[in-house]
């Protein structure tokens, strides 16, 4: 089966060590991982296995202590902290497994967040918040606050946050995790149109119904990929 | 955004929020009180000396007028001089002494000022008319404690002795003027009368002295070179611009001063405190927050931004509740401050300047600045992936 | 004590009614300068005099010096030997009074002013306090053109001065108190909010809401007594500079300041209640909602 699209993001031979009490945790041993425009990567593993370290280096959330990250060819592990910051907000998009939206900001707001870092102008920002929302199916929540919206709405309008600069590249860690499994597969489905219409997706999840919707699978396990496997193009 | 994002937080815990505007506002109305006090004194005196525009006082060699019993001879040789000094307007010499009136079985002692009608300067009339000879204007402590009325006469002299009961002298004048005395205070039982008929009183022995002399300079005139002139013409004489006495008045009120500066700066820190630990604990707080807004590329200076912005914004909301608190609270203190045995009515210990407010309120705000710098640092510093993991946690 | 003696402000050019006591205005214009000692052998002794310590110190004047005084600064004077300094005393009523004082023979300073056998008033020493009464009663009824007062009487009367600074303080000490009881309230709020998340656990666990709050208390109570302490030994420091500096601007031995048992009691008792009872305040607070609502659920 042949690989969708160019290379837009690679991980070469990156470690992340930590300092605990005194010995070295070896998070990441040597990892090489290459992602393709248009691909949608499910990584597997147990806990404690370096997933979300994974996730965390991919998005310039960390440094490696070794190794190199690049999307599209600029090695993202170098830049400075605003240079990061920068990368983040234009180049990626995050969805955490607990949401983690601002809860004194409506839905809109929550999404405009991101925007009105970008310098996007106010009435283009809203407007694009209620087709971003309305892109989730939350065209009628616009105003509503997080405490006043179920785990799964709450999850969709992160999602609709992290499509808010039209990233390329979108990175979800656990994102059903906090869900029921009936809003899991909403979700899931919800990820699955993102990825038809172009965007990039790697997900991080214990969830194997998530890993079965996903088009490649990457098992890891100790810090290293132990199987690389492509369910589908 | 920001802002909004910054009066958002605030608004999220309102009892929080309330509070320590509350206590923002308190201790910046101390600190509009203090700034006010530092030199509301200073300025009060000022305008009092200033009032019938004279700038120079004259008085014995080595006293401040009126600050003793000494008087200085051939007061209208020296009246002339002064008057002939260019740069010199108008001199209003004046004699202070104490008369006493019989009263029943006693007597009453009231302080008399001797002055030129034309040209004094130590009361404003409140009713009736200026004195002429045998003629006087009593305060309304004066007439109180005399038991008159205007238009009544009174015998006032001197050489009071209680055992005898009697007077070296008496003699009667008549009340023609209610005054309020600029210099006295409200309480003091004061009459005014002609600097002639004071001067013949006491046997002679006041004849042609005077106590002090006040000068009021010609459009234009310098003070500090008029006085400096005055001082060189007449060696009997100290010569005191209101700046020399508002300085030498400053020194004798350091106490307030520096209780003003104690005050004011412990106001300042209270301030400080309280905003600098409402913001680290909501910053603690947010942490998880923060940190998702990091993950989504807010730099870590508009972070900084928000955490500043929503420390101003409480002192600057503390600080106006304060300025309206700290006028109420002055007008108090102050009036407490008025009680002072023989102050004069027009001193205030209190003055409100815009440039006051203005201080306190630029203070606060440095204040409140400096407060959110700390927290907002820390936060802005946090590793990213490490504190989501912990909130996950969490 | 002559009537109608404001005491503030002091000095100025602001006016007060000439005191009774002429002998002030006498030494305030008159020290005319140093004269050199006399032989001895021809003349009479001269009188003594003592002055102002803060004279010795400003003009230099020393010990056995001779100088001249008049009551005016035209009128005659009079040679005298410098034969004692006299410190200021503790008297509230002349701190800020720049004036020197100084102390003559009575009959000299009658003979100087040609006052003639006349004094302003005579001070009374009874044998006990019990005497006092009858003495003053006594002296009342055979007095003629005097009366005769008992110190404290006058000291309450004389001062007006103090007891408005008093005020003052209290108004401070008010306004102090209230901005304090705020901010601990907001501080102690603070605290326990920070803390939500614990007490929601412990509440969830089965702990009553009785035990929660006596927990914060004991915290807020060790808090609130450590700082009492602390504060205490600060407001003393405090005491101290500014004694010292006072005494040094006004030249005086007064203790402008004065930290006793009742003073630090009141502090404690202020400052320990009031953040006791924050901490009561923020506690009974937090533990009056739902565990999962402070875990944000």
Redesign the interface.
């Given at each position: 089966m042949t690989p969708p699209g160019t290379l837009m993001l690679e991980a070469v031979e990156i470690h992340r060590d930590y300092a605990m009490a005194g010995d070295a945790v070896h998070a990441l041993r040597g990892l090489s991982l290459a992602v393709h425009e248009g691909d949608y990567v499910a990584i597997v593993g147990p806990s404690g296995c370096g997933k979300s370290t994974l996730l965390s280096l991919l998005g310039a959330l960390d440094r490696p202590t070794r190794g190199a990250v690049r999307h599209r060819g600029r090695d993202v592990a170098r830049l400075d902290d605003r240079a990061a910051t920068d990368f983040r907000l234009r180049s990626v998009g995050f969805v955490f497994q607990r949401f983690h939206l601002l809860p004194m900001l409506t839905a809109a707001e929550n999404v405009a967040l991101p925007m009105a870092e970008a310098g996007v102008p106010p009435r283009e920002r809203r407007a694009r918040a209620a087709e971003l929302l309305a892109y989730v199916g939350l065209g009628a929540r616009t105003a509503h606050r997080p405490t006043q919206l179920s785990g799964g709405e709450q999850q969709r309008v992160a999602i609709a946050r992290a499509l808010a600069n039209r990233p390329a590249l979108v990175l979800a860690d656990e994102p059903t995790g906090e869900l029921d499994a009936r809003t899991g597969t909403e979700i899931i489905q919800l990820f699955d149109r993102l990825n038809r219409d172009g965007t990039t997706l790697v997900v991080v999840t214990h969830d194997e119904e998530l890993a079965r919707a996903a088009r490649r699978v990457v098992h890891m396990k100790d810090g290293a990929i132990v199987r690389d496997e492509r369910l589908r193009d | 955004m920001r802002v909004a994002l910054a009066v958002a937080s605030l608004a999220r815990h309102r009892t929080r929020t309330a509070l320590a505007v509350a206590g923002i506002a308190v201790a910046s109305a101390m600190l509009l009180d203090m700034v006010m006090l530092s030199s509301g004194m200073r300025l009060s005196f000022r305008e009092l000396l200033d009032t019938r525009g004279y700038q120079v006082r004259l008085s014995p060699k080595g006293t401040l007028p009126f600050a003793t019993e000494a008087t200085v001879g051939d007061a209208a040789a020296l009246v002339a001089a002064a008057r002939a000094q260019p740069g010199v307007a108008v001199v209003a010499p004046n004699l202070g002494a104490q008369l006493v009136a019989p009263r029943g079985d006693g007597a009453v002692t009231v302080a008399a000022l001797g002055v030129e009608a034309g040209v004094q300067g130590d009361y404003a009339l409140r009713e009736g008319r200026d004195a002429a000879a045998g003629e006087l204007v009593a305060s309304p402590a004066a007439l109180a404690a005399l038991g008159r009325r205007v238009g009544d006469t009174v015998s006032l002299g001197t050489g009071w002795d209680p055992q005898l009961r009697a007077f070296r002298e008496l003699a009667p004048r008549r009340i023609v003027g209610v005054g309020r005395f600029y210099f006295l205070g409200a309480d003091q039982p004061v009459v005014a009368m002609p600097l002639a008929d004071l001067q013949a009183t006491a046997d002679g022995a006041r004849r042609d002295r005077i106590s002090s002399a006040m000068v009021r300079l010609a459009p234009g005139a310098e003070p500090a070179a008029v006085a400096r002139a005055l001082a060189a013409a007449l060696p009997r004489v100290s010569v005191l611009t209101t700046a020399d006495a508002v300085a030498q008045a400053d020194e004798r009120v350091a106490y307030f001063r520096n209780l003003a500066f104690i005050l004011g700066s412990v106001s300042l820190a209270v301030g400080f405190l309280l905003v600098t630990t409402l913001m680290t604990v909501s910053v603690n707080e947010r942490i998880g927050e923060i940190a998702v807004q990091r993950a989504l590329g807010v730099q870590a200076r508009r972070i900084v931004q928000q955490v500043v912005a929503e420390g101003l914004a409480l002192s600057v909301a503390g600080g106006l509740l304060g300025l309206g608190l700290g006028l109420v609270t002055a007008r108090y203190l102050d009036a407490i401050l008025g009680d002072f045995p023989g102050l004069p009515p027009d001193i205030a210990f209190f003055v409100f300047q815009p440039r006051d407010a203005g201080t306190a309120m630029g203070l606060l705000v440095v204040a409140g600045t400096l407060a959110g710098i700390l927290p907002s640092w820390r936060a802005a510093r946090l590793p990213i992936a490490a504190t989501l993991r912990e909130e996950a946690v969490a | 004590m002559p009537?109608?003696?404001?005491?503030?402000?002091?000095?100025?050019?602001?006016?007060?009614?000439?005191?009774?006591g002429?002998w002030?205005?006498a030494i305030?214009?008159a020290l005319l300068g140093l004269a050199a000692a006399a032989p001895a052998a021809a003349q009479a002794p001269l009188p003594t005099i003592a002055l102002d310590a803060r004279l010795r110190d400003d003009a230099g004047i020393r010990l056995g010096d001779t100088i001249a005084i008049a009551a005016?600064?035209?009128g005659p004077a009079r040679r005298m030997v410098v034969a004692a300094f006299a410190r200021r005393t503790a008297d509230p009523s002349e701190v800020?009074r720049?004036?020197y004082k100084v102390r003559l023979h009575l009959a000299d300073l009658q003979a100087l002013l040609a006052y003639g056998d006349r004094v302003d008033r005579f001070a009374v020493v009874t044998r006990d306090s019990g005497a006092t009464d009858r003495v003053v009663a006594g002296i009342n009824a055979r007095a003629?053109?005097?009366r005769a007062h008992r110190s404290r009487d006058i000291a309450v009367e004389t001062g007006?001065?103090f007891a408005?600074i008093n005020?003052?303080h209290r108004?401070?000490g008010v306004?102090?108190i209230?901005?304090s009881a705020?901010?601990l309230?907001?501080?102690m709020?603070?605290?326990v909010?920070?803390r939500r998340?614990e007490v929601a656990t412990l509440r969830l666990i089965g702990l009553s809401r009785r035990t929660v709050v006596r927990a914060i208390l004991v915290e807020a109570t060790a808090i609130a007594v450590l700082g009492a302490a602390l504060g205490t030994g600060l407001g003393w420091a405090v005491s101290q500079v500014v004694n010292r500096?006072?005494q040094g601007?006004y030249r005086t031995p007064l203790v402008f300041s004065l930290v006793t048992g009742e003073v630090v009691a009141l502090a404690v008792a202020l400052s320990a209640g009031l953040g006791v009872g924050a901490g009561w305040l923020a506690a009974r607070?937090v533990v009056g909602r739902p565990p999962l609502a402070l875990l944000g659920r």
């Open positions: - | - | 009537a109608h003696r404001p005491a503030f402000p002091p000095s100025s050019p602001c006016r007060r009614p000439a005191p009774r002429r002030r205005a305030g214009a005016t600064p035209d800020a720049a004036e003629f053109g005097f007006r001065t408005v005020r003052f108004a401070i306004i102090t209230l901005a705020i901010f309230l907001c501080i709020l603070l605290r909010e920070e998340r500096y006072y601007l607070r």
